[in-house]
């Protein structure tokens, strides 16, 4: 297995409480909770369509006639 980064997450107790009641639903650990919920975000973000480019001026204003 590669080797897994480590870091120090600061949590709002609040939300705490709520991941581990999700992670245990689950049956996962808080930490498999969490990285689980990191990948499934990466994952949408990478499917998720481009946002449409604007055409060049598009925010300046017309002219009124």
């Known amino acids: 297995m590669a080797e ?3 870091f120090l997450l600061r949590v709002d107790p609040a939300l705490w409480t ?4 999700w992670a245990q639903a689950e049956l ?3 930490n498999g909770q ?4 990191l990948r499934e975000a990466v994952r949408r973000r990478r499917n998720a369509t481009p946002p449409p480019t ?3 001026g598009a925010d300046t204003p017309k002219p009124s006639s």
């Open 54 to 56: 604007e055409s060049p």
């Open 34 to 37: 969490i990285e689980y919920l």
């Open 4 to 6: 897994r980064k480590s």
């Open 18 to 21: 709520e991941l581990e009641a």
């Open 28 to 30: 996962r650990s808080v």
